[in-house]
């Protein structure tokens, strides 16, 4: 028994994931940090990265018990949806993890 949610778990696997230090401005990129200085912000949780995939209409599930691989402190992940299952995006104006950085 998989307790009802299997298929959903299962779907949110395939999406991609954003660790808040991705976002961070106050973190190198050899710290993890994937976007410009100047378009991260400082301190950036979980809460925050969901509101603004809501904000954007993007599906997105925060996973609170997980940690960034490198640094096991940095707790929490957000899981977003980009594309449908027939590979469509979700979102026409944001098509790549790259346009996401960008918005």
């Not at 778990?9 to 395939?14: E, F, V």
């Not at 991705?22 to 410009?36: C, P």
């Amino acid at each position: 028994m998989d307790g009802g949610g299997g298929d959903l778990r299962s779907t949110i696997k395939k999406w991609n994931v954003i660790y808040p230090v991705y976002l961070n401005s106050k973190k190198t990129v050899a710290e993890g940090r994937r976007i410009a200085a100047a378009k991260a912000c400082p301190d950036p949780t979980c809460i925050e990265i969901a509101d603004c995939c809501s904000h954007l209409k993007i599906p997105h599930a925060v996973e609170l018990d997980k940690a960034y691989p490198r640094d096991f402190f940095q707790v929490g992940r957000v899981r977003v949806q980009l594309k449908k299952d027939d590979g469509s995006p979700v979102n026409p104006a944001i098509k790549t993890r790259r346009k996401m950085a960008n918005c």
